[in-house]
């Protein structure tokens, strides 16, 4: 498939350009993310992931370009239309430290959405549904008064992705959520997101740097370049034959697995955090 080529899908990107100050950010991007695929766009720091992902959820306005979510254009949706994109269409953030209010407890933070949302009834309804959710992550309803200081990195990504849960969404859009993990932890986050991602349906767009990362969990890639789609292809096509210089490069940069510290990510893997 060429840079430009786009399939329809959930999501469709077309088009996408951002400028800050004169300097191209992202220059017409275009990918589409199929229901129940996980999509992995990957690139080197500042090749414009993040940027291209605030524009898709509306946090930062485009100059140029189309969000299309099933069959809406987002960008100039409003109303009843809006509030569907903005409650099944959820993000799980980078920093698990930052994205977190310090102040609130868990029980807040989980159902923050479900008050915005209106999805369920009373304070006992918000509650069993957040326990559901907490327990769909292993965490329990020991946790509901627990403020995110008293959680690990790991658990607090958990909690994160409960809260994205809550409201039942079809869509997640996971921003780096590992980067700032341990690499045994690493393991367990990506682990729990591809459960979620099977039990539940989702489909999903999986940001990284690094592209050991996504191998196990995406099955189709977009890599992008200095703000522009160096390439778009299949998991294996991707890392068996990269058609891009820079991708090439791109999968050169990982570090071939230390036998022993495999064996510790393997064993990690199958335990919790
Ligand atoms: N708000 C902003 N103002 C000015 N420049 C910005 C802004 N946001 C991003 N940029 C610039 O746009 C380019 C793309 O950044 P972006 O954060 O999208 O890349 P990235 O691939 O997500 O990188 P990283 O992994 O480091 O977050 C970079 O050159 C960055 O400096």
């Given at each position: 498939?060429?840079?430009?080529?786009?399939v329809?899908?959930?999501?469709e990107?077309?088009?996408?350009?951002?400028?800050?100050?004169?300097?191209?950010?992202?220059?017409?991007?275009?990918?589409?993310?199929?229901?129940?695929?996980v999509?992995?766009?990957?690139?080197?720091?500042?090749?414009?992931k993040?940027?291209?992902?605030?524009?898709?959820?509306?946090?930062?306005?485009?100059?140029?370009?189309?969000?299309?979510?099933?069959?809406?254009?987002?960008?100039?949706?409003?109303?009843?239309?809006m509030?569907?994109?903005?409650?099944?269409?959820?993000?799980?953030?980078q920093?698990?430290?930052?994205?977190?209010?310090?102040?609130?407890?868990?029980?807040?933070?989980?159902?923050?959405?479900?008050?915005?949302?209106?999805?369920?009834?009373?304070?006992?309804?918000?509650?069993?549904?957040?326990?559901?959710?907490?327990?769909?992550?292993?965490?329990?309803?020991?946790d509901?008064?627990?403020?995110?200081?008293?959680?690990?990195?790991?658990?607090?990504?958990?909690?994160?992705?409960?809260?994205?849960?809550?409201?039942?969404?079809?869509?997640?859009?996971?921003?780096?959520?590992?980067?700032?993990?341990?690499?045994?932890?690493?393991?367990?986050?990506?682990?729990l997101?591809?459960?979620?991602?099977?039990?539940?349906g989702?489909?999903?767009?999986?940001?990284?740097?690094?592209?050991?990362?996504?191998?196990?969990?995406?099955?189709?890639?977009?890599?992008?370049?200095?703000?522009?789609?160096?390439?778009?292809?299949?998991?294996?096509?991707i890392?068996?034959?990269?058609?891009?210089?820079y991708?090439q490069?791109?999968?050169a940069?990982?570090?071939?697995?230390?036998?022993?510290?495999?064996?510790?990510?393997?064993?990690?893997?199958?335990?919790?955090?």
């Amino acid at each position: 498939m060429s840079p430009g080529d786009v399939v329809s899908g959930l999501l469709e990107v077309t088009g996408l350009t951002k400028t800050f100050g004169g300097t191209p950010a992202v220059q017409d991007v275009s990918f589409a993310l199929r229901e129940g695929e996980v999509l992995g766009l990957v690139g080197e720091s500042g090749s414009g992931k993040s940027t291209t992902v605030r524009c898709v959820v509306g946090l930062t306005e485009p100059d140029a370009g189309r969000v299309v979510y099933d069959g809406v254009d987002v960008r100039t949706a409003r109303g009843a239309e809006m509030r569907r994109f903005r409650r099944e269409v959820q993000m799980v953030f980078q920093d698990p430290y930052s994205s977190l209010s310090p102040r609130m407890t868990v029980e807040e933070i989980v159902g923050e959405g479900l008050l915005v949302h209106r999805l369920a009834t009373g304070r006992a309804g918000r509650r069993d549904r957040v326990v559901e959710v907490l327990e769909l992550v292993g965490l329990s309803a020991a946790d509901l008064r627990r403020h995110p200081r008293s959680f690990s990195g790991g658990q607090r990504q958990r909690i994160a992705i409960a809260r994205a849960l809550a409201v039942a969404p079809r869509v997640l859009i996971c921003d780096e959520p590992v980067s700032a993990l341990d690499v045994s932890v690493q393991a367990q986050v990506i682990n729990l997101l591809q459960d979620m991602r099977e039990r539940l349906g989702l489909s999903v767009l999986f940001i990284a740097h690094d592209l050991a990362v996504v191998r196990q969990l995406c099955e189709r890639l977009v890599v992008l370049d200095q703000g522009r789609v160096a390439e778009t292809g299949d998991r294996d096509q991707i890392y068996g034959a990269p058609a891009h210089p820079y991708t090439q490069a791109l999968l050169a940069a990982i570090p071939l697995p230390d036998p022993a510290a495999e064996r510790a990510r393997r064993a990690a893997g199958r335990s919790s955090t």
